[in-house]
């Protein structure tokens, strides 16, 4: 019976270090259903997403404790199941470039969760660009409710950005599921 994993990785960025996670993955002979990595700073984050046998993801649940310890990670490991996406007609994709300033980011997720908007990703950057302040610059990729009003949705966002002084766009798309 097939079992998941999601494992996360942290710790000081240097090359080879995420090849580390992936060849001990492969060699327990998990598959990588998916993953993000990311650099803060200085310091890098892994997640994945695994797959396999129960042996398979004991043997990574038992092994990467000692790998993160010889290449001085911070690991955090969680059974979980397989994902039962949520049936929903319309995703969205949320862009959104503000001066950046502390608060904001929570500003546009309250915005979503207050309407029962599920957040599938969130990636935002802050960017300095010469002599102007530094700009953040937020995405958020979204599936909306069964019976979200798009219209409605898209007026509310647009006010939220103009209260801000945010420049904000909304791309929305069928789902195929």
Known sequence: ??????????GQDRPGICDEVVRLVSQCECNIVDSRIGGFGCEFTLIMLLSGSQSAI???????????QQHDLITLLKR???YEPINCD???????????R????EKFTHFLATRQIDLTALSANTRNYDDTPP???????????????IIELQEAFQALCESLDAKG????SQNNQ
């Open 169 to 172: 766009t909304i791309n929305f």
């Open 135 to 149: 700009m953040l610059e937020i995405f958020i990729s979204s599936r909306l409710p069964d019976g979200c009003h």
């Open 1 to 10: 019976m097939e079992q998941f994993l999601v494992i996360t990785a942290m």
């Open 90 to 100: 319309y995703n969205a994709d949320f862009n959104i470039s503000v001066e950046d």
């Open 58 to 68: 004991t043997q990574v649940e038992t092994r990467l404790p000692l790998l993160a």
């Open 80 to 82: 979980t199941r397989r």
């Open 102 to 105: 502390t608060g904001l980011i």
